[in-house]
């Protein structure tokens, strides 16, 4: 079975010890800055999954190295995203992330992958799918062939039209997981973009590379109207290697 979620993993010699500076200064790890989610929605008929964004970018922006997140990352940036996985009851990524970072099954019993994808365009051979871990995010008409809205097949949450509906596909949750605490997201661009114009993220979790990459790789977000969300600096990590891991918390 493939346990590894995302091609963002490489072997690195040396660990970099990081350091918190927000809120205080003290000595910190990975584990330790990253064992809960920054808040989490009050329970109730009302309330909804806590959702995060996990990303890694360089300092001028861009969150691939020839198409990839790999070349961005360190030993720290993956203890990050493992983390944050490990405490994630629902996984959302976008269909064009699966496919270039070559997500299999989650690791952890019971943690379900649920793939955006607009068009319905997605192999449900893969074993992300074929081990019941992955349900598809779609829209109400889009065609994924033969079976996948069967018991038997692939789960499907059906929201919007022209346009997955993301705010209302969140609050479906619960059809695919009992009672979902934390969400994780963890791109691409434009899935990232159309978050942000939902308007559903809680916390970013952002990881700046000490790198400058040129290029015209994407940016955090892709494709989201003008708008103005205020977020607040809840904690910064910063390791002998200049990576700096920041925690953002949505301010409304």
Known sequence: MIAELSGRRRVCDDHAMPRRVVPDVADTTIAEAYAAPLSRHVDGPASRSWVGLCMVSSIDGSTVVD??????????????????????DIIIVGAGTVRGEGYGPPENDGQRVGVVTASGSIDLDMALFTSGAGFIITTEDADLGPGPDSASSVDVIR????????????????DVHLQPRFVQVEG???LNGAMLDADVFDEINLTTSPLCVGG????????????QQRYELAQMVIDDESFVFSRWLRRR
């Open 188 to 190: 691409g661009a434009h």
């Open 216 to 227: 015209s790789g994407p940016r955090l977000s892709t494709g989201a109207d003008d708008l």
């Open 159 to 174: 929201s919007g039209t022209d346009r997955v509906d993301l705010a209302a596909a969140i609050k479906q949750l619960g």
């Open 67 to 88: 198409g990839r997140s790999t070349g961005l990352s360190s030993v720290n940036d993956i203890a990050v995203l493992h983390g944050l996985r490990s405490i994630a």
